[in-house]
């Protein structure tokens, strides 16, 4: 830089003038900037899980152009690689790995070892230990090797507790006793040593017992030496019931010294949705958005199918729908925007001038004050908001409630909890702070995202 730089000085002037220019219409369409921009830029993954057959026209402009990773929703089960004994189908797995290549992106496997999606010839089977065991340990080197150094990470094993943090009956645990778990990840590891690999759950993303016999699970197998990653969160949430834990529960993992990723999410809401419902969905995305950003070892948050027209849900749980970004038609909804205002975006609702914030000391003593913030608007509405402000005398936040509140140096950020991200139109929100001052405690300017 320096270098090519210094034969330009006496032009720095005019050049200055252009760059800003150059730089100013870019800036102006932030508000548009792709969901994988914006999360490239805070080195955290934006992902979808994908059908392979459809990743053309729209589906896969927008799988390609909004998502840095992508996971097949099915292609890589069992069932799915080799129906019939020694019979392999990677036809759609494929197709997903090189649309995922084409278009810069990376891949996590889903998934190796599970209870479900696996092919009647084994279920159906009668095996002996070292049968199943042999067994296990081909596929898992089979499909490993043949995406060898193309899977990022893999979900090697998928749902191994039951709701109670007990260990799940299945071919596996049945059959070789729950230390199938170290083995299958030992034997993947060995199989592609580049690739990391996960342990993944669901009803694990707040503090339960079942994820705290995943993190005692987790800590056991660091203790042991067993090759083990991360772990993964999948989120299946229902509307409003985001769990006021999960980023606690995502930071005691990270404490383990394992990745955290939110790999399945979908927040799903009784239909017919609603604009009210559409704009608390909105919230909730924002709020695990927001957890997982704060804990730096939260790989980033993939979505289980984009659009509600490929997502799972209207087809397992009767009656629900709705859970995805984008709706059945392509267009996104509040929950898109909420993703991207979590990633720094803008949106392309923006608060307007109709939404304002007021700051006001409650009560100051020395050392010390109470501070508020309400915010109001009229002729607009907020589904999520982030207020900022510049605390340039020193003075500190110590505590704060109704928001969470972050300050690096002088810039205080502080954004709606779950419960609150929506101001509607005629509405207000209030949240308030404790902080410490000395020398003056000026009001400051407040604004608004
Ligand atoms: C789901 C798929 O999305 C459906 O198409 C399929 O019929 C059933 O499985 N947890 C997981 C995913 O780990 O593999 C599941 O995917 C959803 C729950």
Known sequence: MRLLRSGFAPLATGLTALAALLVAAPAAQAADAPLRDLAHAKGRAIGTAVTGSKLTGTYGEIAGREFNWLTPGNAMKWESVEPSRGTFNWAEADRIVEFAEANGQQVRGHTLVWHSQNPGWLTNGTWT????????????DTEM???????????????????????????????????????????????????????????????????????????????????????GLQAHLILGQVPSTLQQNIQRFADLGVDVHITELDIRMQLPATEAKLTQQAGDYRAVMDACLA??????????????????????????????????????????HAIAASLGGGTT????????????????????????????????????????????????????WNASCTQSGTSVTCSNASYNGTVPDGGSVTFGFNASWSGSNPVPVVTLS
């Open 129 to 140: 230990p070292a049968q199943l065991s042999t067994l296990l340990k081909d596929h898992i």
């Open 145 to 231: 090797t043949r995406y060898k150094g193309r899977v990022d990470a893999w979900d090697v094993v998928n749902e191994p507790f039951n709701e109670d943090g007990t260990y799940r009956s299945t071919i596996w645990s049945n059959g070789l006793g729950t230390d199938y778990i170290a083995q299958a990840l030992t034997w993947a590891r060995a199989a592609d040593p580049s690739a990391e690999l996960y342990i993944n759950d669901y009803n694990v993303e707040g503090v339960n017992a079942k994820s705290t016999a995943l993190y005692n699970l987790v800590r056991s197998l660091k203790q042991r030496g067993v090759p083990i990653d991360g772990v």
């Open 295 to 336: 804990v730096s070892r939260c790989t980033g948050v993939t979505v289980w199918g984009f659009t509600d027209s490929d997502s799972w849900i209207p087809d397992w749980f009767e009656g629900y729908g709705a859970a995805t970004p984008y709706d059945e038609n392509f267009a996104p909804k509040p929950a898109y």
């Open 349 to 400: 609702e923006p608060p307007g001038d109709g939404c304002k914030a007021t700051y006001r000391v409650v009560n100051q003593w020395g050392g010390g004050f109470t501070g508020e913030v309400r915010i109001d608007c009229t002729g607009a509405a907020l589904r999520a908001w982030t207020a900022k402000w510049d605390f340039g005398a020193g003075q500190r936040i110590t505590q704060a």
